[in-house]
């Protein structure tokens, strides 16, 4: 599912005889679990065991409940052809924009625009599917870099009521769920270029939060405080600018269509 099949399986302390029964002891769980229906790839389920620390019960719930969300948000995870035309503008106005390289702690940084999109033209359900589609395709791509973490920088610039409104409480508490199933750990949630207002926002996120997840959430009035070469001029970086990013991430979300066709058929089989 995330990673490419020549690359080299991360190890744990030299450990690889101890990480290779691990995994078949997840793959025997799998095999009498068919109804999670993950991708039982080796390096996949390397990726979820490492970002779980090596804990394989841990393991087991995170991939459970990965693609049991993946099943049960249908909104955000079937239909992902990025040829679909509220994918493409989505995609061109760049609404989830990974950044080159990774910041001083060796975690890789995404930009989320929350008000790239125009709330009357464009769906958040919609915008959330792009940012997923986006967000699978960086962890195919980088997955040593994501298993250090995540930094998600949310720019407010531009934040207007129509934009808060899009999201009611089961959105966000959708939203806040799936960033704590994917296995890759958000280290920091910064919101910069925030309005004084946002703190009566961010509290309904932060309701479905977990204690970690909450002590992580940073806001910022003006620009970011995450040093990190590539960061975008936009926010004062030296890096490509917000357009040139999503210009890179639109011509690799096309590029890989059949990536997401291959993908979509892991999700959980849900009890009817």
């Known amino acids: 599912m995330f990673l490419h099949a020549s690359r080299k399986v991360a190890t744990c302390d030299g450990e690889p005889e101890r990480i290779h029964l691990q995994i078949q002891n997840i793959s025997q769980w799998l095999r009498e679990n068919p109804n999670v229906n993950a991708n039982s790839d080796y390096e996949n389920l390397v990726f979820f065991l490492r970002n779980c620390k090596y804990d394989v019960e841990r393991t087991k719930k995170k991939i459970k409940n990965f693609y049991q969300m993946r099943a049960e948000r249908v909104e955000w995870f079937a239909n992902r052809d990025p040829y679909l035309p509220e994918i493409q503008v989505l995609l061109q106005l760049g609404v989830f924009l990974p950044v080159d390289g990774v910041d001083a702690k060796n975690r890789k940084v995404v930009i989320i625009r929350a008000a790239a999109h125009d709330p009357k033209l464009h769906s958040q359900n919609n915008v959330f599917k792009v940012s997923k589609m986006v967000l699978d395709l960086l962890l195919k791509f980088e997955p040593d870099n994501c298993g250090h973490g995540i930094v998600a920088i949310f720019d407010m610039a531009g934040v207007q009521l129509g934009h808060a409104l899009q999201l009611n409480p089961r959105m966000i508490k959708h939203s806040v769920e799936s960033w704590q199933a994917y296995p890759c750990q958000p280290k920091l949630l910064e919101f910069i270029n925030a309005p004084t207002h946002v703190n009566i926002f961010l509290n309904t996120f932060r309701l479905f939060m977990t204690p970690k997840m909450r002590s992580r959430v940073v806001v910022q009035k003006r620009l970011t405080t ?15 600018s917000y357009k040139e990013l999503a210009a890179k991430w639109k011509r690799l979300v096309e590029e890989n269509v059949n990536f997401y066709q291959e993908n979509d058929k892991y999700k959980s089989i849900l009890a009817t």
């Open 226 to 240: 995450v040093e990190c070469d590539g960061l975008p001029k936009d926010v004062g970086g030296r890096g490509p």
